[in-house]
T-cell receptor, first 113, second 113 residues
Framework: DAGITQSPRHKVTETGTPVTLRCHQT?????MYWYRQDPGHGLRLIHY???????DKGEVSDGYSVSRSKTEDFLLTLESATSSQTSVYFC????????????FGSGTQLSVL | QKEVEQNSGPLSVPEGAIASLNCTYS??????FFWYRQYSGKSPELIMS????GDKEDGRFTAQLNKASQYVSLLIRDSQPSDSATYLC?????????????FGSGTQLTVLP
């Protein structure tokens, strides 16, 4: 298995509270991604990073921010959680070559009540 | 029109049959194509990648790519109940960063014993 750890695995929070999800990798890969998965929508890209302090928005970035201060850690923050952000969140990593594959972490189930 | 489209299914096939999963994409310049398998409650795992027109075989799996028609398919021969899962098509689109993968919403496959 690719060395990706997501924490927490499950979280229940209330509307309006801040939430931070963590992705940690031991592969020293440059590219890291945050996706959310919802029924009927598949996996949708929230934000990604192509290096330390280098990040960019994905398809569904509104309401989310990210930070990457070290190669191994990529944090996803919901500044003020809403019920529409209830989802399963997956972190993924990828090597530098164009044809390299994406490897996923185990996911975080987030429920916003 | 979605950038990557799959029939959501569910698709049911009897054990031992060939399962055929299809995916179409909108970007004619796409370069890399992947099939991921996702068991219920688990993270996606890569099963096939294909980059050039034609067929690519790996055990019971065959990926087929036709860039002119903008489709990619996955055939599973001698289907087993353990193949029951959701299959996600993923494409690297030129509209985003070269490092972004865009996923279809997945096809749920059930192999009946």
């Amino acid at each position: 298995d690719a060395g990706i750890t997501q924490s927490p695995r499950h979280k229940v929070t209330e509307t309006g509270t801040p939430v931070t999800l963590r992705c940690h990798q031991t592969e020293n890969h440059r590219y890291m991604y945050w996706y959310r998965q919802d029924p009927g929508h598949g996996l949708r890209l929230i934000h990604y990073s192509y290096g330390v302090k280098d990040t960019d928005k994905g398809e569904v970035s509104d309401g989310y921010s990210v930070s990457r201060s070290k190669t191994e850690d990529f944090l996803l923050t919901l500044e003020s959680a809403t019920s529409s952000q209830t989802s399963v969140y997956f972190c993924a990593i990828r090597g530098p070559r164009m044809d390299e594959k994406l490897f996923f972490g185990s996911g975080t189930q987030l429920s916003v009540l | 029109q979605k950038e990557v489209e799959q029939n959501s299914g569910p698709l049911s096939v009897p054990e031992g049959a060939i399962a055929s999963l299809n995916c179409t994409y909108s970007d004619r310049v796409s370069q890399s194509f992947f099939w991921y398998r996702q068991y219920s409650g688990k993270s996606p795992e890569l099963i096939m990648s294909i980059y050039s027109n034609g067929d690519k075989e790996d055990g019971r799996f065959t990926a087929q790519l036709n860039k002119a028609s903008q489709y990619v398919s996955l055939l599973i021969r001698d289907s087993q109940p353990s193949d029951s899962a959701t299959y996600l098509c993923a494409v690297t689109l030129s509209s985003g960063s070269a490092r972004q993968l865009t996923f279809g919403s997945g096809t749920q496959l059930t192999v009946l014993p």
